[in-house]
């Protein structure tokens, strides 16, 4: 079935630093990706998002793209600050998103030193 | 536009109870999804409902149920609770345009079995 695999964390990083998690997924058919963000206590937040191959999803400085031939879709940050702290998810929604249902990694927390 | 909207934030439930936890999504979107969110197994596909109909069900034991309401506004259902029901439980609804899909979350029903 389908699958997403992305790094493992924590993640430590010191303010300013370049930040790359990396997720590959497995999909059988043409799915559209996501990157989602949690802080602590709360429910998830939409980052940013791709629905098709070289697409590239971008949103307060974080950049991913969707790369078909890899199976890839490796969230970047040029300059990380303390408040980007939370825990990343990545997710693949089957389809192209035309049913509700997301699958989800494991998810990276990340941690930003000042 | 208000976002997804979860009631209660934070319950507290004794093993053998049920709770009700209820979600009013995006006005506009017709589709409600449900994860439940725990630190051993992440974010799991509980099931969506589509114009209250069960569109999608993940891999959840018949204890957990759920319906939607002609106003697209969902409910899900847990009997008989286990201590293995706490957890962070998500809603979701989906916006559908031409560009695609996008699933939008609110911010979770924390639910503890003692």
């Known amino acids: 079935g389908d699958s997403v695999t992305q790094m493992e964390g924590p993640v430590t990083l010191s303010e300013e630093a370049f930040l790359t998690i990396n997720c590959t997924y497995t999909?059988?058919?043409?799915?559209?990706l996501f990157w989602y963000v949690q802080y602590p206590g709360e429910g998830l937040q939409l980052l940013l998002k791709?629905?098709?191959?070289?697409d590239k999803g971008s949103n307060k400085g974080f950049e991913a793209t969707y790369r078909k031939e890899t199976t890839s879709f490796h969230l970047e940050k040029g300059s990380v600050q303390v408040s980007d702290s939370a825990v990343y998810f990545c997710?693949?929604?089957?389809?192209?998103?035309?049913?509700?249902?997301?699958?989800f990694g494991k998810g990276t927390k990340l941690s930003v030193k000042p | 536009k208000a976002g997804v909207t979860q009631t209660p934030r934070y319950l507290i439930k004794t093993r053998g109870q049920q709770v009700t936890l209820s979600c009013s999504p995006i006005?506009?979107?017709?589709?409600v999804s449900w994860y439940q969110q725990t630190p051993g197994q992440g974010l799991q596909f509980l099931f969506e409902?589509?114009?209250?109909?069960?569109?999608n069900k993940g891999n959840f034991p018949g204890r957990f149920s759920g319906r939607q309401f002609s106003n697209s506004r969902s409910e899900m259902n847990v009997s008989t609770l286990e201590l293995g029901d706490s957890a962070l439980y998500l809603c979701?609804?989906?916006?559908?345009?031409?560009?695609?899909?996008?699933?939008?979350f609110g911010e979770g029903s924390w639910l503890t079995v003692v």
């Open positions: 997710a693949l929604s089957p389809y192209g998103g035309s049913q509700g249902n997301l699958i």
């Open positions: 979701a609804s989906r916006e559908e345009t031409f560009s695609g899909n996008t699933i939008y």
């Open positions: 999909a059988t058919g043409y799915p559209s």
């Open positions: 006005s506009g979107h017709r589709s």
């Open positions: 409902y589509f114009s209250e109909t069960q569109r």
């Open positions: 791709a629905t098709k191959a070289d």
